[in-house]
């Protein structure tokens, strides 16, 4: 089975920050992974799927990179809006997701 | 625009049986395969299930293999999930989720992710 880890578990950020969260696969994935966005009581969203890929409608300040085993997603300026939990997913056999980011109000 | 609704969900206790379904709208069921992923209280996503756009073929977590069995009605727009000899580790809300890409490559369902997601139905197993 392949594993996914997120780190870190939480992070604490403000309004206009620079975010970066990591997931790492424990054999290599190629591209084969997507992140999700999800708030308290909501369904998780797709932000970027095959690792650097943005879904349509979100916004640009979201990228994703990587290839192998290590992967990271970047907001570039964070929002109000972006506090949030983040979960990566590999899909290159099966389907597992990483245990999760939750992005806090400094 | 393309909308899944999940229902079904409820207190069981152990042992117990219990059918999640999920109506498909704002897209044609019959072009896609479909998922199921939970999420324990408090916990991150797991993935339970897959079946293919026609039923052909299905794939489990190994957590859930052998006690539930998905299936899909396309004429009625419907996915289900049906849950038997449940445990208290079964306690989730349970998403359907559309799948967008998936194939076989080595007897392995690989290279697709879930793009359109239900709110959720809750299920707690307890007696």
């Known amino acids: 089975d392949i594993q996914t880890t997120q780190s870190p578990s939480t992070l604490s950020a403000s309004v206009g920050d620079r975010v970066t969260i990591t997931c790492r696969a424990s054999q290599s994935i190629s591209t084969w992974l997507a992140w999700y966005q999800q708030k308290p009581g909501k369904a998780p969203k797709l932000l970027i799927y095959?690792?650097?890929n943005l879904e349509n409608g979100v916004p640009s300040r979201f990228s994703g990179s990587g290839s192998g085993t290590e992967f990271t997603l970047t907001i570039s300026s964070l929002q109000p809006d972006d506090f949030a939990t983040y979960y990566c997913?590999?899909?290159?056999?099966?389907?597992?997701f990483g245990q999760g980011t939750k992005v806090e109000i400094k | 625009q393309a909308q899944l609704v999940e229902s079904g969900g409820g207190v069981v206790q152990p042992g117990r049986s219990l059918r999640l379904s999920c109506e498909a709208s704002g897209f044609t069921l019959s072009g896609y395969g479909m998922h199921w992923v939970r999420q324990a209280p408090g916990k991150g996503l797991e993935w339970v299930a897959l079946i293919w756009f026609d039923g052909s073929n299905k794939f489990y977590a190994e957590s859930v293999k052998g006690r539930f069995t998905i299936s899909r009605d396309n004429s009625k727009s419907t996915l289900y999930l049906e849950m038997n000899s449940l445990r208290g580790e079964d306690t989730a809300v349970y998403y359907c989720?559309?799948?967008?890409?998936?194939?076989?490559?080595?007897?392995?369902?690989?290279?697709?992710?879930?793009?359109?997601w239900g709110e959720g139905t809750t299920v707690t197993v307890s007696s």
């Open positions: 997913l590999q899909y290159n056999t099966y389907w597992t």
């Open positions: 095959k690792a650097s």
């Open positions: 989720a559309r799948d967008r890409g998936t194939n076989m490559v080595r007897g392995a369902p690989a290279g697709g992710y879930m793009d359109v």
